[in-house]
C-alpha cells in the first residue's frame, strides 16, 4: 500500500451529522479546537474532553456547510459520545440538530500513491492537487452514488475517505476495487492499518489513552484554540497546565533488523528498579525495517535518544531508545501531494 494501492472498510467508524443555526458555537464548546472561522470544504483534527479534562474522543470535523458538519468519532465510543453531545445540546440549548448516522453510511478509505488516478476514473470531482487539498472535503458522485469524500492521511499515504449510503456500500467497494486491479490494488485490514497510523505517530484514544489522560501527555496539546471563551474541560485542563507533568506520550524504536524478544502493551518500563513508563501500542515489524512503539514515560525520560528497559513477561527485560514521532514521512509529504 505504501508504494501502490490500498483499500479498508472504515464503516464501523463513528459518524455524526450536527446541523443547525447554532452547529458552529456548539462544536466549539464540545471540542477543544476552533471550528466557526472552518471553512467549507475543509475538515480539522478535533480532541473532545470528559469536565475533568480527560481526553474521551477524538476524530475529524468536516465543514459541509455553513450549518451543517460531518464529524467523525472512534468506533468504540461513538454511542456514548453521542448522548452526552445530545446532553450538552440540551443544557445548553442552542438551535442545532444531531444525528447518529454510524450505520446508515458505508466508507472506505482507498490509499497509496495511486489511488488520486484510480479514484479519477470513477467520479466528476476535481481531484487535483489544488481543486482537492489534503484536509479537504467534497461532495459529489462515486461510481454513480452520492458520496462525501475526504482527503484523510491516517495511514500517512495520499488517500481519499469514501462515505456512501450505507445501502450503496457493496456496489462501491466492488467498482473501487475493480477500477484498481492495474494497479494492484489489495485490501488491507485493521491490524495493517495500526501498524501504518503507528508509523505515522496517530495515537488511538482508548489504548495510547487511559482514563486520566490529558491533552498535554497525550501530546495534542497543541488541537487547543487560544483564547476560547468556553468548551467542556477547559477549567479543569488550566488546572492541569499548572501542575508538573507527569507522564508523556513518545515514540520507541529497537535497531534496525532487530530479532531479539520484545515486549507487549502495557508491559513496564523501568528505570533502577523503577517504574517509570508504560508501552501502549507496538509493533514488531514494520514497514521502516525495525520494531517500533509507543509508550507513556516520565518527562525526564522523554528526550529522544534516551535509552530505556522495558520488563518482558518472563521477568527478563529488552533495550530501546525513545524517538521522535511521526517514525515515517515526518514533513507529510506523501499525503500532502
Sequence with gaps: MRKSLGIIDVGTLGKILVNGPDAPAFLERIYTGKFDKLAVGKYRYAVALDESGIVIEDGVIARAAADRFYVT????????????MLRWAMLWGLDVTLSNVTGQFAAMNLAGPDSREVLAKLTGIDLS???????????????????????????????????VPAWHGQHVWQTLFEAGQ??????????????LRLEKGHLIVGQDTDAL???????????????????????????????????KLVGIRWP???????????????????V??????????????????????????????????????????????????????????????
Excluded at 260 to 267: I, M, V, W
Excluded at 304 to 327: E, H, N
Aim: net charge positive; aromatic share 10%; with cysteine.
Design 73 to 84: 468519532a472512534t468506533s468504540s465510543g461513538v454511542a456514548a459520545f453521542y448522548r452526552e
Design 276 to 337: 517509570v513508563g508504560r508501552v501502549t501500542s507496538i509493533a514488531s515489524r514494520s514497514t521502516l525495517g525495525f520494531p517500533l512503539a509507543m509508550a507513556f514515560v516520565e518527562p525526564d525520560v522523554a528526550d529522544s535518544d534516551s535509552a530505556i528497559t522495558i520488563r518482558l513477561t518472563d521477568g527478563s527485560t529488552c533495550q530501546a531508545m525513545t524517538t521522535k514521532m511521526p517514525f515515517y514521512d515526518p514533513d507529510n509529504q506523501r499525503q500532502g501531494k
Design 256 to 274: 534496525d533488523n532487530f530479532q531479539g524478544p520484545l515486549p507487549e502493551e502495557c508491559q513496564l518500563i523501568v528505570r533502577d528498579g523503577r
Design 129 to 163: 492537487a489544488e481543486a482537492f487539498p489534503y484536509l479537504g472535503i467534497r461532495q459529489g458522485k462515486v461510481a454513480g452514488v452520492d458520496a462525501i469524500v475526504m482527503r484523510v492521511g491516517f495511514v500517512g499515504e495520499l488517500g481519499y475517505e469514501v462515505h
Design 182 to 195: 492495474s494497479f494492484g490494488i489489495r485490501p488491507f485490514g485493521v491490524e495493517a492499518q495500526r501498524l
Design 213 to 247: 489522560t490529558t491533552p498535554y501527555e497525550a501530546s495534542v496539546g497543541w488541537t487547543i484554540g487560544k483564547d476560547k471563551p468556553f468548551f467542556v474541560g477547559q477549567r479543569s485542563l488550566q488546572v492541569h497546565a499548572k501542575r508538573p507533568l507527569k507522564r
